[in-house]
């Protein structure tokens, strides 16, 4: 237990979550392995919308094949409480198993052990008795189901409904209609946590999970554009009470940032900082800078809830795999080449992002296998520190792309460029950059400052002016109230704080609109410092530009020490083209010895390529190594005496 303890907070290696979705084992209900770091290594059976009988059949199959490389979790994902039924699906709604609390229970059907008001009890005794543990995805606040049925609240204190002021409060007086989830709005909404009623409904939601045994929960739609802080801090708080350790996990991850990372870092062990990855090379790519910049945050491995904390880049989805949707699967072979598949698990890994395999075990074929188990990535993912990005590295003459020691090199990409609306903390100086004027006497315009006075069309948005007359007035108006932002004065359309649905590498657009509502994810307040605040985030507005359908291309590298004063250093090649990438070890301004200053680089004599198996030369002060192209080459320096 202290040795799980300890690498699960330090990372989530393999992890396995049974989220079975349309990757593979993924995203619905499936199966996952994860072991902290020491490995935090997980697998998801994540695409279709998984059975008690096939998520048992995955999870034996960890405990044989994973758990002794440091798989110890097995987590059912999202959608275990709806009926697989025509009509059902993601977003669907009325298709729920709830409780007489309004609370979640698995669909008897697929998981024929939670009759009787058993929940998960039986399938956790069953995931444990194989030396495993268990975990279950769930998503925020309440479900409108239970709203709609007005179920009653369970104080657990007294075991009966809960009354406060003499009345019996029921799920339709804690669920807060304008806040639902913005991936599954008809499913999902917050719960108002400033009511003892909400609190108490929370709090039997996870109390009823640690009773039925689960280890391990993942809470969506609470953060990145959906960030929930009451809701999380509240969970936090009810599991730092229990009287058996969970591990509490984040999700989505879309418009993460580093200020919004450590805002909730200290109240979970794990968070996701990006949109679905899929098995793309462009899901892939889009990792790097948000990886760069929590690593550089010091956000590896902060202080999290009873332990340590780390940011998640989500499941691997390798080997056999579903389509994204799907509630039936898996049926296809991963769709990245063994290149793209090896630079994914070595930035996860050089990351210490917990290592979550999403693909189905009943058909895990020997190049997965080696991949998920490569004793060097593992060892990486647990126990390596000082990881960091080293943007100091250089390509060949041959290559178009270089980098110099003095600057980085730029990410290029195909398609225009265009302008996209993203959130951030209200707390960053980049969120600092609106500004209104008078478009007529009945709009203004809401514009981004940094974009008034360029040749280029500034980007603006629109309010309406409202009738009124005095100096004050005029000044309210201005400044304080929430109001609707349109695209343009001729149109219906409002401007939504993120999509409805997750967003992946390629669906990030200059916006998402709708028609007016009144629904708090449109609301918007422009504020005396310049931000543009959104009611149901919490977050304000920037603008970033970017490339339309943009894949990152060029060269990166990542530099960590091993406990046992080897270096690691990873090249990655996001390139088409095979290219030569060179790092100094010793020479240039910038080097490996000034990145790595309790390093004896000079004792490190002996270089071994993991994936090919090869040895490397240092020469000349410096260390380079041909990348194919998509690829990664993961370099293990030590001394002769090692």
Not at 194 to 218: I, M, N, P, T
Not at 551 to 561: C, E, M, Q
């Amino acid at each position: 237990m202290k040795i799980f303890l300890s690498a699960i907070f330090s990372l989530i290696s393999l992890l396995l979550l049974n989220r079975v979705t349309s990757k593979g084992l993924h995203h619905v209900n499936h199966a996952r392995a994860v072991t902290p770091p020491r490995g935090w290594n997980s697998y998801d059976a994540f695409s279709w919308t998984i059975s008690e009988e096939e998520f048992l059949q995955n999870a034996e199959l960890v405990s044989k094949r994973l758990h002794a490389h440091g798989y110890e979790y097995v987590v059912v994902d999202y959608l275990w409480y709806r009926r697989k039924v025509p009509g059902s699906f993601s977003d669907s709604a009325g298709f729920d198993v709830i409780d007489e609390w309004g609370r979640m229970v698995p669909d008897p059907d697929r998981w024929p052990s939670s009759k009787g008001g058993k929940g998960f009890t039986e399938v956790a005794k069953k995931v444990h008795s194989m030396g495993l543990k268990f975990g279950i995805h769930v998503m925020r606040g309440i479900s409108t189901q239970a709203v709609n049925a007005q179920t009653p609240i369970l104080d657990t204190t007294k075991g009966v409904a809960y009354t406060d002021g003499g009345k019996k409060w029921t799920s339709s007086d804690i669920g807060m209609k304008d806040r639902t989830c913005r991936w599954m709005p008809h499913g999902f909404m917050s719960v108002d946590t400033k009511l003892e009623a909400g609190k108490a409904f929370l709090r039997s939601l996870y109390e009823q999970y640690a009773e039925w045994g689960v280890d391990f929960v993942k809470n969506d739609c609470v953060f990145g554009d959906d960030l929930d802080i009451p809701e999380i801090t509240f969970i936090s708080e009810v599991l730092r009470k229990l009287s058996r350790p969970i591990l509490y996990s984040l999700s989505p991850g879309t418009s993460v940032t580093p200020a919004m990372a450590k805002e909730i870092s200290g109240l979970v062990n794990m968070y996701r900082i990006t949109g679905d990855d899929w098995d793309t090379w462009g899901d892939v790519a889009a990792h790097f800078d948000i990886t760069r910049d929590l690593a550089a945050a010091k956000m590896i491995g902060s202080n999290g809830l009873l332990g340590k904390s780390w940011p998640d880049l989500d499941m691997l989805p390798l080997g056999w795999l579903t389509d994204g949707g799907s509630n039936e699967g898996p049926h296809r072979k991963c769709n990245l080449n063994i290149n793209e598949q090896k630079t994914q698990i070595t930035l996860w890994a050089m990351a210490k992002s917990p290592l979550m395999f999403g693909g189905d075990m009943r058909q895990l074929d020997d190049v997965t296998y080696d991949l998920i188990t490569n004793p060097t990535v593992l060892e990486i993912n647990a126990f390596s520190s000082n990881n960091q990005e080293f943007p100091f590295v250089t390509s060949s003459p041959t290559s178009k792309y270089n980098f110099s020691s003095e600057s980085r090199l730029k990410e290029k990409s195909q398609g225009s460029s265009a302008s996209s609306l993203a959130l951030v903390s209200c707390k960053e100086s980049e969120a600092q950059g609106w500004l209104a004027q008078s478009v007529d006497q009945n709009f203004d315009q809401v514009c981004w400052k940094n974009d008034v006075g360029n040749n280029e069309i500034p980007f603006c948005l629109y309010k309406r002016k409202a009738q009124v007359t005095s100096d004050e007035e005029v000044y309210e108006t201005q400044y304080h109230g929430e109001t609707h932002l349109l695209e343009t004065t001729r149109t219906g359309l409002c401007i939504d704080a993120s999509p409805r649905q997750r967003l992946t590498s390629k669906e990030f657009m200059r916006g998402s609109s709708s028609p007016c509502k009144g629904d708090a994810n449109q609301l918007w307040e422009l504020k005396i410092n310049g931000t543009l605040k959104n009611s149901y985030a919490g977050l304000c507005a920037t603008v970033k530009s970017l490339e339309a359908n943009a894949v990152p291309t060029g060269i990166r590298s990542w530099v960590a020490t091993g406990r046992r004063g080897e270096v690691y250093l990873a090249f990655f090649n996001l390139n088409q083209e095979k290219t030569t990438i060179k790092a100094p070890i010793t020479t240039h301004q910038v080097n490996l010895a000034k990145a790595l200053p309790s390093v004896k680089f000079g004792s490190l004599s002996k270089c071994k390529e993991v994936w090919t198996n090869q040895d490397c030369h240092i020469s000349g002060g410096s260390i380079s190594m041909d990348v194919e192209g998509h690829g990664a080459a993961l370099l293990v320096l030590t001394s002769k005496k090692a």
